[in-house]
């Protein structure tokens, strides 16, 4: 069962005391379990390791977590809640696709140790496959979340409402769907240079990703479209 952020991606709320100690709490146990899976591996990694190296009682880690696994891919929970957040704050001027790109690289651009632990989440799962059915939970609360966002933002039915044209839920698929093939080739690209991510790269990418979506993927290679940034 995947807990909290998984299970539901809503935005930013003014949270009091309390609230703010759980989510240190969170944070402090998905950096941990981060941290020693990159030192030693997710294989050789203990829930109790976790714990101990957070420096939290063994029993408040399952009050936060199912499992060592959910632990370590939280990191990628917390990036898609914050996608969302700022998919939603971007003008309803601008088109799906558009708005969808510039919450991408605000997320991917961040410098801060979330923004890190993010780009490190992602590089462990591709070399951990018992990392994969985690990953998945996370990508469908984060399709079902986005869809409801595309919807508010384009003034649609939301998903299952009456009225619902299928698009929300089609363009979140398709959108993620693009931006899961960028992610992966951009750090195989990069796996091997011994160099930090290029964050430039990504920008381009997208941007290749976005234009092909927003033309039509009948046509391959296909011009940019007139929603498609720089289009």
């Given at each position: 069962m995947v807990k909290e952020e998984t299970a539901a991606v809503r935005?930013?709320?003014?949270?009091g005391r309390r609230e703010r100690k759980k989510q240190a709490t969170r944070a402090?146990?998905?950096e941990a379990a981060l941290r020693l899976s990159l030192r030693h591996g997710v294989e050789n990694v203990t829930v109790e390791q976790i714990a101990g190296e957070a420096d939290i009682a063994?029993?408040?880690f399952f009050n936060y977590f199912s499992s060592k696994e959910e632990a370590v891919v939280a990191s990628l929970a917390a990036a898609a809640q914050e996608l969302i957040t700022r998919f939603r704050a971007r003008p309803r001027t601008e088109s799906?696709?558009?708005a969808f790109r510039e919450?991408?690289?605000a997320v991917m651009n961040e410098s801060d140790a979330a923004g890190r632990d993010h780009v490190r989440a992602l590089q462990l799962v591709r070399s951990a496959p018992t990392l994969v059915p985690q990953q998945l939970a996370v990508l469908a609360a984060q399709e079902k979340a986005l869809a409801e966002a595309i919807a508010e933002h384009a003034g649609l039915p939301a998903p299952g409402r009456p009225g619902d044209s299928g698009y929300p839920l089609l363009c979140a698929a398709a959108a993620?769907?693009?931006l899961r093939v960028v992610l992966d080739q951009w750090l195989r690209q990069t796996a091997n240079s011994g160099r930090p991510p290029?964050?430039?790269?990504?920008?381009?990418q997208i941007d290749?990703?976005?234009?092909?979506l927003a033309a039509g993927l009948d046509h391959p290679g296909r011009p940019g479209h007139p929603d498609h940034p720089g289009g």
């Open positions: 935005p930013a709320q003014v949270v402090a146990l998905r063994l029993r408040t799906v696709l558009v919450a991408v690289l993620l769907t693009a290029d964050a430039a790269l990504l920008g381009r290749a990703a976005i234009s092909q």
